[in-house]
């Protein structure tokens, strides 16, 4: 027996003595074995589910959602298997109870998260921010505004859906398209003493999307220079691109407590297909520069193509089913950010960001052990 095929056998072990103890009563026996079956194998899903569901009878609602939460992590269908037909009974119960839990708590998150702000700031007009959807675990039913548009975390129904961006929109794309070339020269010399820095757009995981994604999905077909990575930042990076900095100060860039959320010299090799999908959410414009085109690249919002050129700025709201392509045989490099849709009024900006970081406290505050 392989050590793999040795954890899932007691892993198994764990969790049917725990269900037996559960179902006799002795729920604080069964939660300490469903922890102990996670503890044995952290990827798997399920014993997440049990040990939720076991926290939840024992009245410890919030270690109940932590747990569950954890797990959905781990497989996003973790929450939606109680929909599937045929589903096991007792996955089907624990599921939709999981489903409920998450839903139920980062709907009372958002809440809270708008009644502070308002505390804080009484005269801040921010009804449109109390009625977005966090599409994902939102507790009732919400249609979209635009039927291409449907981002898949955060979605305000009442902005305006702007497919592309023009200069009318953000008067700002003028002082980028004046300075390419120094932000140009700056990638260029990164590239030559840090390539290092260089990492997938995107990692393995992408690859369960579909055999379309695999190309790309952890690879350097699709690679990047993060300056900010979800607000984090690269310092070597920084040091090398005082320039480019320099310029995007003058950019409502979409920020966090510690940085921009992001910031990136994005690297489309020859051959490559990045395919249709759709972004985060409809409050923010996806901002490219190319500052290396090959020719024969393009990118596609709704059904509409646009091929990029040299220095000029193209902005959309990638919450729009978009895809893009690399025909040429050579890397196609644009840098990319996310700024604010220009809609948004600062109140706005502030409280979603709140909301954002409320959202992100409590998911690294999560923990099994309860």
Known sequence: MTPDQDTTKIQN????????????????????????????????????????????????????????????????????????????????????????????????????????????????DIDRIAEAIWCQTHDSEFKYRHPEQQPHLFFVPGLEPIPVYSAHHAPWFNILEATWTDIRDEFLAAQKVAADEQTPYLDANAASLGNDWKPIAD????????????GVPNPRLLELFPRTLETLANVPLVDTPTGPSEILFSVLQGGQHIPPHFGVANTDMTVHL???????????????????????????????????WNRSAQPRVNLLFEAWHPDLTADEQKVIAAAFQARSLWNSSRSLDH
């Open 13 to 124: 072990r764990l969790c049917s003595s725990a269900l037996e103890a559960e179902e006799a009563g002795n729920l604080e026996r069964a939660a300490s074995l469903y922890r102990q079956a996670i503890q044995y194998d952290r990827s798997n899903p399920t014993p997440y589910l049990f040990f939720g569901f076991c926290l939840q009878l024992l009245g410890k609602m919030d270690a109940a959602t932590q747990a569950w939460s954890l797990g959905a992590d781990l497989d996003a269908r973790f929450i939606n298997a109680w929909r599937a037909d045929g589903a096991d009974e007792l996955i089907r119960q624990r599921s939709k109870a999981a489903d409920n839990a998450i839903r139920r708590h980062f709907t009372r998150l958002h809440a809270a998260c708008i009644e502070e702000f308002t505390a804080a700031y009484p005269t801040a």
């Open 219 to 230: 690879s350097l077909n699709w690679g990047s220079f993060h300056l900010y990575k979800m």
């Open 290 to 324: 190319p500052i290396i085109f090959p020719g024969d690249a393009a990118i596609r919002v709704i059904d509409a193509d646009y091929e990029w050129q040299t220095g000029k700025v193209f902005a959309f709201d990638d919450a729009f089913r978009h895809e893009s």
